[in-house]
């Protein structure tokens, strides 16, 4: 798809996302409970089992975060709550939930107190109890998520802008500016290649790029931001192939390609394009923000181009 503004961007990409399960962790060293936990939430979680604290530890050092940890709180080695606990410096956001015996209650206590169980469940537990109080958990869980995102792109937002205007106070010409706003464009919005062409008499002219980006001079989606000066983007899919002349789009293993015109008075001075290979595709926040740091950069241009 050609020339769409970034509101119509963003839909476009979250439209090709996948609303993925989320993901849970049950731990307990009694097979025939980890299997139960298991059926009982698979349908709703990608749910990963673990029979003791060292392997859920491990299990998290390969897959990443997960929404909710259901732990029993009665194992060999290593207790439930100092296994909890051990999960909350690098994995705050994720809800934890205890299954303990009724005598083991004031050992839960302090973890609770300390945020670092959200709930306890009594043994034996009723799984309709389970399945309401695991549905608010991973509700509280993407509340808490949503917040330590818009904390992070906040933060993004102020080091980017500061880096534009950085790079305006101290590059001596246009063509200096071009690879240090490139690294910051594709550092801020993880991208995997980023490259900024300065335009000159509707001709792309120098460049400054970061990370493994395709060029531009040949590429058909930033040849038409270029005569149009108008958004591109494109997004891998069964049904969006490469636009004719860009097959280097999948042999470089593109996912997302979007090309950004930066124009001041109606004069394109440059053409911003982002490429997502590995990294995860922009999320529409990312998108929005990058209007403000598309014009903040354009400013920053066009002041050199006065000097």
Not at 83 to 106: N, Q
Not at 206 to 234: F, N, R
């Amino acid at each position: 798809m050609i020339n769409p503004d970034l509101d119509d961007v963003a839909r476009q990409i979250m439209s090709m996302e996948r609303k993925k399960k989320p993901k849970m962790l049950v731990v307990d060293d009694e097979p025939d409970n980890l299997d139960l936990l298991y059926r009982t939430f698979r349908r709703d979680f990608r749910v990963f089992k673990a029979d003791s604290g060292a392997s859920a530890l491990e299990v998290l050092s390969q897959e990443g975060e997960v929404a909710v940890i259901i732990s029993d709180q009665r194992m060999p080695e290593m207790k439930g709550t100092e296994f909890l606990s051990k999960t909350v410096p690098e994995f705050p956001d994720t809800v934890r939930i205890i299954l303990t015996g009724f005598t083991d209650v004031e050992d839960l206590v302090d973890a609770i107190n300390s945020g670092q169980v959200y709930k306890y469940i009594t043994k034996p537990w009723d799984p309709n109890e389970l399945k309401v109080v695991v549905d608010r958990a991973a509700e509280t869980y993407d509340v808490l998520k949503q917040r330590t995102e818009e904390l992070i792109r906040a933060h993004e937002q102020a080091q980017l802008l500061e880096a534009i205007a950085q790079v305006a106070q101290t590059a001596e010409t246009v063509a200096h500016s071009l690879e240090p706003i490139a690294k910051a464009f594709g550092e801020s919005f993880s991208a995997d290649g980023a490259v900024l062409q300065q335009v000159e008499d509707s001709q792309f002219t120098a460049q400054g790029s970061y990370g493994m980006a395709l060029p531009l001079d040949a590429d058909p989606i930033a040849q038409t931001t270029l005569k149009e000066s108008k958004t591109g983007v494109w997004v891998n899919s069964s049904t969006t192939p490469p636009p004719e002349g860009a097959e280097a789009y999948q042999e470089a293993g593109m996912q997302v390609h979007l090309c950004l015109p930066l124009s001041f008075r109606n004069q394109l001075l440059a053409v911003l394009s982002l490429q997502w290979t590995q990294s995860p595709k922009p999320s529409e926040e990312e998108i929005k923000l990058m209007h403000l740091a598309v014009q903040q950069a354009v400013l920053a241009i066009a002041a050199m181009r006065c000097n």
